[in-house]
C-alpha cells in the first residue's frame, strides 16, 4: 500500500528532503544516465507529493502553482523507485497530484513536460500532447496538458 504526504518545502523533514534526492538522483541522473542540474533552485516553490510504502520513499512529483513554473498549474520530477514498478503505483502518483493541483491551487488546468516515451501514461491521465518532441537534457520531451 502506498501512502501519500503533500507538503511544502519548508515543511520538509531533512530525511524527506534526503530521501527525494535520493529518490529522483537514483532515476534521472543514474538510471537515464543523464547528467544534468537536478537541484535547480524550485524546489523551494514546489508542493511535494511523497508516496511512502514500508517508511520508505517510493514515488514522488513535485507540483507548482500557475506562474510558478508554467503559465499553467505543473507536475514535475514524477519517480517510482525501480523497485515498485511493477506495482502501477505511478497511477496512484499522478492521481494524488492531479487531485493535490485542484486543492491546494484550485487550478483546474495542469501543464506538464513529459518524457516522450511516457506518452500514453499521461493520456491515461487526460493528458494531450499540445508540442512537437524537444530535448530536454538530451532526452526527447514532449509538453502536454490537461
Known amino acids: 500500500m502506498l501512502e501519500f504526504k503533500i507538503k511544502r518545502f519548508d515543511a520538509l523533514s531533512s530525511a524527506e528532503v534526503y530521501a527525494v534526492l ?10 537515464q544516465n543523464c547528467v544534468y542540474q537536478d537541484i535547480d533552485g524550485k524546489d ?21 502553482a500557475p506562474g510558478d513554473y508554467f503559465d499553467q498549474a505543473s507536475i514535475g520530477r514524477v ?20 487531485l ?4 491546494y491551487f484550485s487550478a483546474e488546468n495542469i501543464e506538464i ?19 512537437e518532441m524537444y530535448l530536454e537534457d538530451d532526452i526527447p520531451h514532449i509538453r502536454m496538458q490537461r
Request: hydrophobic fraction near 40%; proline fraction near 1%; glycine fraction near 6%.
Open 22 to 31: 535520493q529518490l529522483r538522483s537514483t532515476v534521472f541522473v543514474v538510471e
Open 44 to 64: 523551494q516553490k514546489a508542493l511535494h507529493v511523497l508516496g511512502e510504502s514500508e517508511g520508505k520513499l517510493v514515488a514522488y512529483a513535485r507540483l507548482f
Open 79 to 98: 519517480v517510482v523507485h525501480p523497485d515498485f514498478r511493477d506495482r502501477k503505483w505511478g497511477h496512484d502518483l499522478m492521481t494524488e497530484s492531479i
Open 100 to 103: 493535490a493541483i485542484t486543492q
Open 113 to 131: 513536460s513529459a518524457q516522450q516515451y511516457l506518452q500514453k501514461f499521461y493520456e491515461s491521465h487526460g493528458f494531450v500532447q499540445t508540442s
